[in-house]
């Protein structure tokens, strides 16, 4: 839709009036701040609360502080206070409207009056949740304190809300007001014994939230500046455009503006709307918790520092000689934008282009303009399809500079490197993207980028790309490697934690504190001295053994000769490692490397591991059916199966029918068991030539599972239980089933809390339950890793692992 308006600088100098054809804008629009504060203001209410109900002494003290403090305020103050502050919380809020009306800014007053009545809801609703049974007694005790008040103030509630909403707090006059009123009536409420600390806190946070949620759910009256004060803004630059319309947004979501002028020449002009300013925030802040200090970006700028960033960053281009749009003036728009104009070249991205039109000159000079920022310091950042062009006499230009950055370091300049080569790598395939930068940058500098090669290193755009071609960065390294063969390489490490490392540490808090419950409840001195040790005896012999056990297996499935000896080092090795990895990860790992050390070939140890891993698969399934259905036949005389069983099979029936049903399903596990299993089956093959190697494999296989059950089983009789050896077998497999599909080192807490409820389910009581499975994971978990320790380093001395 074409807008005609004339600006009033046009106007008054009595130039033409200019069309600008763009979309009208909307009236309203959720600001991403508004949504960050709302999210913000949640977690600041939950961590509030968890502190207040870990420090419950130091409240109650602060409680009394203030009631002590309160209380010496004479009653003439008191009662004045109350009076007006009671007052002025519902005389400020009406004021305030009625300016607003005045103002013709009904709708703004019209959304603050829906928060406080939805804060009013929610306050209320509140209140009668935390002062009733259901409630949660604790939190109810802080609140009130044993008095008949409200645990939130109602009209305290919406009264913040209504300001939040309204956004009272931006207009200085009126925010002194609110506080001043807001100040008055809690001071009345706590010389009145009508509030508590935490109440008055929460009673503000709950406010706020319900005002910002507000504001995002509705949305805020739009003040981007259209484009006609955008010409203004030109003007006063000195240009005297006389046709502008509205281009598609760029990849950081600005405006963009194409503005002829009178003298012939066309400006692409760049606005930064403030209110955009906090849109990605929580994946930037992501990042930046993520990766170290000298990779990541700000999570969020000011208006004012993100337009000279981007000023500086093409000042500096230009500077260098590198082919970028000139920067002919910046300037901000009123308070809530500024813009950034630069001359006009026709060009078109390179991700528009066909892969045929890439040519080897084309490769040739994106590089050359990588080199020309490189060599003053200057780091691009956003090396990708759409911020590299192409002009109409085939010249390379690039943009979209915003988020570079002068003076960088080395780190960021190979990452530059390491996107642009990857993108490309997408494009014209890896060996032309590895000799195209070659040839321009040399191979020492292709080397030096080769540790950046990692996905958290590059862009979303990227990252997704690579997704659907997982062997191209591998591709790429093994193209650099060629160039130089004798490279050597220092790892360098650009994340902090992964984020499997972040939810096993919650998983592992968890478990703690699940553990720590569990064992409030036990008296551990008494049980202690009560135990049969010599049950204890037993599990710690079982718990040995299935180390053996296990070497057995391995052995079993490596047609070459294995020494038992070493073999079970191996197995106690990897008990080590698995305090530190997931258990199928850790005993695969240390296998695998054990094997190859032993002079069999990569591709073949791995085949050997996974075979056994899918034998031993398929044993526990079996031996899980076998103890289920007679545990079963223990409860009833009849040789029917157990429901559970059952339940059981045909869960696992209708599982398999999904699996062979959806197309997607289907070959998404397939795909996950070929890679898994490669070249398995005809490593069973060999070794189903040698019935020595089949009945050393199957056996060591059962000896393995029937020495955790036994030492489980003993753990169990040693605290005085009473549970049948099928039950605890039922119980061993499911929790180990769960504990290896956890993603914590050795399946931590997933395989306590896992075993303990099957024991429990299976007749403990819960202290025997909890008191053998803590027993039965220091036999099998904690006890071994220090003989695994002393193996690790032997077999590393003796060129074992």
Same mark, same amino acid.
Do not use: C
């Given at each position: 839709m074409t807008v005609d308006v004339t600006g009033r600088d046009a106007a008054a100098s009595g130039q033409d009036v200019v069309l600008v054809a763009e979309p009208l804008l909307p009236q309203r629009i959720r600001r991403p701040a508004d949504a960050l504060r709302f999210l913000l203001t949640l977690v600041i209410l939950g961590a509030v609360v968890l502190l207040a109900m870990a420090m419950q002494s130091t409240l109650t003290g602060l409680e009394i502080d203030v009631r002590a403090g309160t209380g010496r305020t004479p009653d003439v103050l008191s009662v004045l206070a109350g009076l007006v502050g009671d007052a002025a919380v519902l005389v400020v809020p009406?004021?305030?409207? $009625?300016?607003?009306?005045?103002?013709?800014?009904?709708?703004?007053?019209?959304?603050?009056?829906?928060?406080?009545?939805?804060?009013?809801?929610?306050?209320y609703s509140l209140d009668e949740w935390l002062l009733s049974s259901s409630g949660p007694d604790e939190l109810r005790r802080l609140l009130t304190v044993g008095r008949e008040i409200e645990p939130l103030n109602t009209v305290l509630t919406a009264a913040i809300a209504y300001a939040t909403a $309204?956004?009272?707090?931006?207009?200085?006059?009126?925010?002194?007001?609110?506080? %001043?009123?807001?100040?008055?009536?809690?001071?009345?409420?706590?010389?009145?014994?009508?509030?508590?600390? =935490?109440?008055? /806190?929460?009673?503000? @946070? $709950?406010?706020? %939230?319900?005002?910002?949620?507000?504001?995002?759910?509705?949305?805020?009256?739009?003040? *981007?500046?259209?484009?006609?004060?955008?010409?203004?803004?030109?003007r006063k630059l000195g240009f005297?455009?006389?046709?502008?319309? !509205?281009?598609?947004?760029?990849?950081?979501?600005?405006?963009?503006?194409?503005?002829? @002028?009178?003298?012939?020449?066309?400006l692409d002009v760049a606005v930064l709307d403030r209110d955009r300013q906090a849109a990605g925030i929580l994946y930037r802040l992501w990042r930046g918790i993520r990766l170290n200090s000298e990779t990541r970006r700000r999570a969020i700028r000011s208006l *004012? %520092?993100?337009?000279? !960033?981007?000023? =500086?960053? %093409?000042?500096?281009a230009q500077a260098a000689g590198a082919r970028l749009p000139r920067l002919l003036g910046t300037s901000e728009i009123g308070t809530e934008a500024a813009l950034l104009a630069y001359e006009h070249i026709d060009t078109r991205p390179v991700d528009k282009l066909d892969d045929s039109e890439i040519t080897d000159e084309l490769l040739r000079q994106m590089w050359e303009q990588v080199l020309l920022l490189h060599r003053h310091r200057l780091a691009h950042r956003h090396l990708t399809g759409e911020s590299i062009h192409v002009d109409r006499e085939g010249r390379v230009v690039l943009v979209d500079a915003r988020s570079g950055e002068i003076a960088a370091g080395d780190l960021l300049l190979m990452l530059d490197v390491a996107q642009l080569l990857a993108y490309l790598a997408t494009r014209v395939g890896a060996e032309r993207a590895v000799r195209s930068a070659e040839a321009v940058l040399g191979a020492d500098r292709l080397a030096q980028a080769l540790p950046m090669l990692q996905p958290i290193a590059l862009s979303r755009e990227i990252r997704t790309a690579l997704k659907k071609r997982k062997d191209l960065l591998s591709a790429i390294r093994e193209q650099i490697v060629a160039l130089k063969p004798q490279v050597e390489?220092?790892?360098?490490?650009?994340?902090?934690?992964?984020?499997?490392? @972040?939810?096993?540490?919650i998983v592992s808090a968890l478990a703690a504190y699940l553990l720590l419950t569990q064992l409030s409840q036990v008296n551990l001195a008494s049980i202690l001295t009560h135990a049969n040790w010599a049950w204890g005896g037993v599990a710690a012999v079982a718990a040995f053994f299935s180390y053996v056990a296990a070497a057995i297996m391995l052995r079993g499935f490596v047609p070459e000769h294995l020494p038992l000896t070493r073999t079970v080092m191996a197995q106690f090795a990897g008990s080590f490692v698995k305090l530190v990895a997931p258990t199928a990860v850790g005993a695969v790992a240390i296998n695998t490397r054990f094997l190859q050390k032993r002079g069999i070939p990569p591709g073949v140890a791995v085949a050997c591991v996974g075979a056994s891993q899918l034998i031993g698969l398929g044993s526990h399934i079996m031996l899980l059916l076998l103890f289920g259905y007679l545990t079963g036949t223990q409860a009833a005389p009849s040789l029917y199966p157990s429901r559970g069983l059952l339940v059981t099979l045909l869960s696992i029936a209708v599982l398999l029918l999904v699996v062979l049903a959806v197309p997607p399903v289907r *070959?998404?596990?397939?795909?996950?068991?070929?890679?898994?299993?490669?070249?398995? /089956?005809?490593?069973?093959?060999?070794? =189903?030539?040698?019935?020595?190697? /089949?009945?050393?494999? $199957?056996?060591?296989?059962?000896l393995l599972t029937l020495a955790f059950v036994v030492c489980l089983y003993s753990c169990v009789r040693a605290f005085g239980g009473d549970v049948g050896f099928a039950a605890v077998a039922v119980v061993f497999l499911a929790g180990n089933a769960i504990g290896s599909a956890a993603p914590t080192p050795g399946g931590l807490g997933a395989v306590e809390a896992s075993l303990s409820l099957g024991l429990t389910v299976a007749g403990l009581p819960g202290t025997i339950a909890t008191s053998a499975v803590l027993l039965f994971r220091v036999m099998t978990f904690w006890l071994p890793a220090l003989?695994?320790?002393?193996s690790l380093t032997y077999l590393q001395r003796h060129n074992d692992l």
């Open positions: 009406v004021a305030f409207a $009625v300016e607003r009306v005045f103002h013709r800014d009904g709708m703004r007053v019209t959304q603050g009056l829906l928060a406080a009545i939805l804060a009013l809801v929610i306050s $309204v956004r009272m707090w931006r207009r200085p006059r009126w925010r002194a007001l609110m506080w %001043a009123a807001l100040g008055l009536d809690v001071l009345a409420l706590f010389t009145a014994s009508k509030a508590t600390a =935490l109440g008055v /806190i929460l009673t503000y @946070l $709950v406010g706020q %939230a319900v005002g910002f949620g507000t504001l995002y759910g509705i949305g805020s009256a739009n003040t *981007r500046p259209p484009g006609t004060a955008v010409l203004a803004a030109l005297v455009p006389v046709s502008a319309r !509205r281009m598609d947004d760029d990849s950081s979501g600005s405006r963009r503006y194409l503005v002829g @002028l009178a003298d012939g020449r066309w *004012r %520092a993100e337009l000279e !960033r981007e000023a =500086l960053m %093409a000042y500096a390489v220092e790892e360098v490490r650009l994340e902090r934690f992964r984020p499997q490392t @972040l939810i096993t540490v *070959r998404f596990v397939s795909t996950r068991v070929r890679e898994m299993f490669a070249g398995v /089956i005809p490593r069973l093959l060999d070794v =189903l030539q040698s019935p020595r190697k /089949i009945i050393e494999g $199957v056996s060591g296989t059962l003989p695994g320790w002393a």
